[in-house]
T-cell receptor, first 113, second 112 residues
């Protein structure tokens, strides 16, 4: 079946604007993760959803970041009042049982001017 | 903060040589995984080794795990130019609630 998809591929926005990033996980995967990767760095965990449980939001860097997952499938990561330091590649991944192999989407490259 | 630390940060070798990358971590784990990333986009899962395993092979990849030293290594044998990429280790820690913690990665360059 299809892999994890993310949209948009690239997003350029102005400082102070809100952005929404979308992730479509692999069908049937109960766990969904968001990560952020700054240039030349490793992945920084942001948030993850597992089934109907409350999401683990421990990685969100500030209250400007939020995410939701509707119907246990598609997820949207929202960044309000974007700052230049938010510029990064935002990666989404999904998996079956948590902690097992994660399947990554191609990422959204966000540039805040 | 990232749990995994990898070394070297960058590695440059000739085609045909072997490449070894190391990963250290801090807490008890359920498993450790290695991922590959091309051009700063999506990651591809390479191999998973569980805490009760010491060595695992997949094609030209060999992974070892030493839980007493909290370290793992990834060996790529007979490297090819197409192996050029960034390689990350990720740990599924016993107290991490299922999320993976990634290292900073090793940037491998294989010259033809």
């Amino acid at each position: 079946g299809a892999g994890v998809s993310q949209s948009p591929s690239n997003k350029v926005t102005e400082k102070g604007k809100d952005v929404e990033l979308r992730c479509d996980p692999i069908s049937g995967h109960t766990a969904l993760y968001w990560y952020r990767q700054s240039l030349g760095q490793g992945l920084e965990f942001l948030i993850y959803f597992q089934g109907n449980s409350a999401p683990d939001k421990s990685g969100l860097p500030s209250d400007r970041f939020s995410a939701e997952r509707t119907g246990g499938s598609v997820s949207t990561l929202t960044i309000q009042r974007t700052q230049q330091e938010d510029s990064a590649v935002y990666l989404c991944a999904s998996s079956r049982p948590t902690g097992e192999t994660q399947y990554f989407g191609p990422g959204t490259r966000l540039l805040v001017l | 903060s990232q749990q995994g630390e990898e070394d070297p940060q960058a590695l440059s070798i000739q085609e045909g040589e072997n490449a070894t990358m190391n990963c250290s971590y801090k807490t008890s784990i359920n498993n450790l995984q290695w991922y590959r990333q091309n051009s700063g986009r999506g990651l591809v899962h390479l191999i998973l080794i569980r805490s009760n395993e010491r060595e695992k092979h997949s094609g030209r990849l060999r992974v070892t795990l030493d839980t007493s030293k909290k370290s793992s290594s990834l060996l790529i044998t007979a490297s090819r130019a197409a192996d050029t990429a960034s390689y990350f280790c990720a740990t599924d820690g016993k107290n991490q609630g299922g999320k993976l913690i990634f290292g900073q990665g090793t940037e491998l360059s294989v010259k033809p």
